[in-house]
């Protein structure tokens, strides 16, 4: 099994910056996408950014130019470092990855989400 956990999420007001985490563990073999998605309350989960090896990073086009995702491949750890955020960007975060675990099976795991909320 792979296990995710996220952390930094919070209150921040319109405006700030707040910086989430996720570290992968468990029974890797290898990661291929790396993703965040969020979800607010009363709406359907949806992709933030994603990350693939080899490919370019895709971006919600509502988050462009202020949030920016990173991964540490030795560590197997992901980053959303997020700016200028904005009441709507209020949600659960949540990490999401996909590739092999050891016993070369593929493996699609989320974490537990974390709570972002911007005040206005």
């Known amino acids: 099994q792979v296990q995710l956990v996220e952390s930094g999420g919070g209150v921040v007001q319109a405006g700030g910056s707040l910086r989430l985490s996720c570290a992968a563990s468990?029974?890797?073999?290898?990661?291929?996408?790396m993703a965040w998605y969020r979800e607010a309350p009363g709406k359907q989960r949806e992709l933030v950014a994603q990350?693939?090896?080899?490919?370019?990073?895709n971006y919600r086009s509502s988050v462009k130019g202020r949030f920016t995702i990173s991964r540490d491949n030795a560590k197997n750890t992901m980053d959303l470092q997020m700016n200028k955020l904005k009441p709507e960007d209020t949600g659960v975060y949540y990490c999401?990855?996909?590739?092999?675990?050891?016993?070369?099976?593929?493996?699609?795991?989320w974490g537990q989400g974390t709570q972002v909320t911007v005040s206005s």
């Open positions: 999401n990855t996909e590739g092999l675990d050891r016993n070369q099976h593929l493996f699609d795991s």
């Open positions: 990350m693939v090896p080899g490919c370019s990073i």
């Open positions: 468990g029974s890797i073999f290898k990661i291929d996408s």
